[in-house]
């Protein structure tokens, strides 16, 4: 039984959203099942898919808070 875990930041995909829509959820969970059935032969109802948002104070990037990553590099030219 295999289980995905997708982490997705909660910035949204679209101005003025927030989080992944339900259909974005659904298509996400769709293709990663498809994924292994096509390469493993693991069957769908076999696979779970459990899909985690991520608010951006929870994750980091170059050794830094994702936010004060993103301003220092706004302010480097280039």
């Known amino acids: 039984m295999p289980i995905v875990t997708i982490q997705v930041t909660r910035e949204g995909n679209k101005p003025g959203t ?13 293709g990663a099942s ?5 390469v493993l032969n693991k069957p769908l109802e076999a696979t779970f898919v459990v899909i985690q948002e991520v608010e951006t104070e929870n994750w980091g990037w170059g050794g830094l808070p994702v936010d004060e990553y ?3 590099k706004a302010k480097k030219p280039g």
């Open 34 to 38: 498809e994924l292994l059935l096509n």
């Open 70 to 72: 993103r301003r220092q």
């Open 18 to 30: 927030n989080a992944v829509t339900p259909e974005e959820k659904a298509q996400l969970i769709k």
